[in-house]
């Protein structure tokens, strides 16, 4: 059997010319975050594929009993239009008792499908065990299932969970660090020490000197006014300021599974010699069929003839000379049509060897 294998490399090439970024695309202010918040509820109004756990008709019963509905003990509602699920979502900074957020919503037992279902009025608590919002409303699910009387059964992506496009109303707000003191501090997304020193001189160049401070790799302290009306545009300015971030360091990405690989701008390699070889094995199957005589009362018999074929290609050597760019490294490695797999091995190997001058990160 033959595989094909297809590979795609996305080659990052860059001129080497300096751009520019917004402040708010390379950090964010410490203390503005957003918020984790998780409910349990039921889902309603299925066509027959909820749950049959017992811990849902518990749920089922108790609801029916906070509105008024006397249940006898013991009883168990059995109903198969219901869902027990769990309900997540996150609060934005800034949200105030009004606004509404979207929710997803995950089934918990063993129900088929939520498709078409409602979700009834369900509290979602943070960590610290409070309620910050009420959700309810109509799931939008995307997936869907199909049975046969025979148990076989198609399911087209995944029906078990859903969403509720500004399903939760904000019952609380959380604070913030934004007001709190006489400065703020602004994280890197990405920590580099060249990018967190520029971005102090280009506060410094605006707003004059010792407003910011680097306080290392990641992370910027800027002294800012207390008075909320002053600090809003103070921010809205800094936001908005432009400057050049470090480059990246020199790094190669491989997708074992996929077999994508990216190689950045800074990839160098030092001498080194590189032999590759390629061998392939071929199997095929050919099946015989022996006929009896007549009138021999045997029994026709097929009979697997398999042929294997190895081909081994010619080994090619090629030479990667001193600080070998990325252009020159991809295309030795395509004039040997080596493959994706090939490509990681030569990789690796030269990682191994101290000849690649980068870091090599399989995802």
Known sequence: ???KVFVAFALIMSSGMAYAERVKDL????????NQLIGYGLVVGLNG?????KFTGQSLRNMLVEMGINIPPGTDPKSKNVAAVSVHADLPPFMKPGQTIDITVSSLGDAKSLR???LLMTPLKGADGQIYAMAQGNLIVGGFGADAADGSRVTVNIPSAGRVPNGATVERAVRNALNVGDSIILNLHSPDFTTASRLSDAINHTLGKNTA???DASSVKVNAPRDPNQRVPFLSLIENLELSPGEAPARVVVNSRSGTVVIGQHVRVSPAAVTHGNLSVTISANPEVSQPEPFSQGQTVV????????TEENSRMFVFNPGVSLDEIVRAVNQVGAAPGDLVAILEALKQAGALKADLVVI
């Not at 950090?27 to 957003?34: E, F, L, Q």
């Not at 594929?49 to 756990?53: I, N, P, R, S």
């Not at 009979?303 to 190895?310: E, H, M, Q, R």
């Open 27 to 34: 950090a964010s202010i410490a203390g503005v975050r957003n």
């Open 213 to 215: 401070f680097s306080m």
């Open 116 to 118: 078409g279902g409602s």
């Open 1 to 3: 059997m033959k595989f």
């Open 303 to 310: 009979t697997p003839n398999y042929d294997i074929n190895i």
């Open 49 to 53: 594929t909820g749950d049959k756990t």
